[in-house]
C-alpha cells in the first residue's frame, strides 16, 4: 500500500513558499502502516495538474492532493481530478447552505465566484471544513481495474492538519488492510558515506521487506529502517533485527541506537561518570554550549564556560600566556591545550574542553597569518592528561564551526567510552 502526495499552487515553486503540509499528511499516513512513494508539486496550471493526477492513478493506491480549492479562477484541483477520472462535478446543496451560512454570519456577502467551493466530484464523500471556506472530499474509486483512495484537502495548513487527523485517517483507518509501519534510527559521527554503505550494504541488502535509507550531512551519518508489516510486533522485530546486526558490525562509530542526537548522548555518559564539562570556545563562538545547552536537565552535567573569540579573553578567562599566543597564534595545538586546561581548572570541572580555528576569512596579519581557512585544534582535559587534535575543516564559515563543534563533542564521546 503506498501513497502519493500532490501539493498543488504555483507559489511553492518559488523561493518563498515551501510544502509543509506533506510532512504532516506524510507522518500520519506512516501511522497507518502506509508509505509515501511519491511527492509532486505542480503549479496552478490545467494541464500540468492533471497530467500528475493521472501519473498517480497509475502508481499509488492513496493520492491526497493540498490546496487549490479556493474560489478563484487558477484554483483548480476539483476540476482536474475529474477530468483525469473521466467523471464530473456537482453542486451540493449542503454544501452550499454551509458556505451560505458562514459568510452569513461574517457579515460578508458571497461572492457568485465562492459557489464552486460546493462542487462535489460524482461518488465522493465531503467532509465539512470548520476552519475555512474550502470543504476536503474523500472519494473510493476504481482507475484501471486498481481500487484507489483520492483525498482533496485546502491547503492552509490550520485547516489541513484539522480536516485530515479529525476525518480522513479515521475513514482511511475504516477502509484499509491492518498494518503497522515500524522505523528504527542509527547515527554515526565522522565517518565517510562510503565506508558506511560498503560495510552495511551486505546486512540490509538481505532484508528486503525492510527499506535502508542511508542521510549524510552536518558531520553526521544516520541510517533509516523502515518495515510494514500487519503487526507493530513484527514489524518491529525486523527493523530491530537488521539495526542490531549493523551495530554490531559499526561497533562504536555508532553514537546512537535509537536516534539521540551526539550532544544527549554526551550529556548522558558524562551524567552516568558523574562528569562535569565545561568549554572555551573561540571560532564556534558559543555554538557548542548552544548544542548542550537545548537539552533539557543540561545543567546536571554541562556547567557552562566562555567564548574566549579575542585573543585577550583567552589570557584573562582560561589564563594562556599572552607570549604563547604571540609566539604560536592563538590557533595553535599550545594554544588549545591551555584553553583546556585552564577553562577546566577555573570552573572546578571534570573535564575542559577547547575549540580554536579559523573558520574564515583567512587571517592576513600577526601570527596565524598564512594559516588555512578550516585549521581547527580541539583540547580535552581531565586533569590527568589533556589531549590536542588538529582538523581540517572545509567548507565556509558556518560549516567550518558546525563541524568544529561535532568534532569536539566526537572528541568526549570517544574519552568516555
Known sequence: MIAEIIAVGSEMLTPFRQDTNSLHITSGLNELGVAVAFKTIIGDNREHLTDAIRIALRRADIIILSGGLGPTEDDLTRECVAEALGTGLTRDESAM???????????????????????????????????????????????????????????PPRELKALFNEQCVPLLVKNLPPNAMAKRLLRMAL????????????????????????????????????????????????????????????????????????????????????????????????????????IPNASRSFHGGAIVYASEQKENLCGVPWDLIQQKGAVSEEVARVLAEGIRERTGCSLGLSITGIAGPAVTEGPDAGKAVGLVYIGLADGTDTQVKEFHISGDRDRVRLWASQHALEMVRRMLL
Open 97 to 155: 447552505e454551509l458556505l451560505k451560512k458562514r459568510f452569513a454570519e461574517r457579515g460578508i456577502a458571497m461572492s457568485p465566484n465562492n459557489a464552486k467551493q460546493a462542487d462535489l466530484l460524482h461518488g465522493a464523500t465531503l467532509l465539512q471544513n470548520r476552519s475555512g471556506s474550502a470543504p476536503a472530499q474523500y472519494l473510493q474509486t476504481d482507475s484501471g481495474g486498481y481500487a484507489r483512495t483520492i483525498i482533496l484537502l485546502p491547503g
Open 191 to 294: 565517518i565517510p558515506e562510503s565506508q558506511v554503505d560498503a560495510r552495511t550494504a551486505p546486512i540490509y541488502q538481505q532484508y528486503s521487506d525492510v527499506e535502508t535509507t542511508i542521510l549524510a550531512g552536518s558531520g553526521e551519518i544516520q541510517l533509516h529502517f523502515t518495515c510494514v508489516k500487519p503487526t507493530l510486533e513484527d514489524a518491529q522485530a525486523r527493523v530491530d533485527e537488521v539495526a542490531e546486526r549493523i551495530e554490531r558490525e559499526m561497533g562504536d562509530d555508532v553514537f546512537s541506537a535509537h536516534g539521540e542526537s551526539l550532544e544527549e548522548i554526551v550529556l548522558l555518559m558524562l551524567g552516568m561518570r558523574d562528569l562535569k564539562l565545561s568549554v572555551a570556545e573561540s571560532c564556534t563562538g558559543g555554538l557548542l554550549s548552544q548544542r548542550l545547552s537545548a
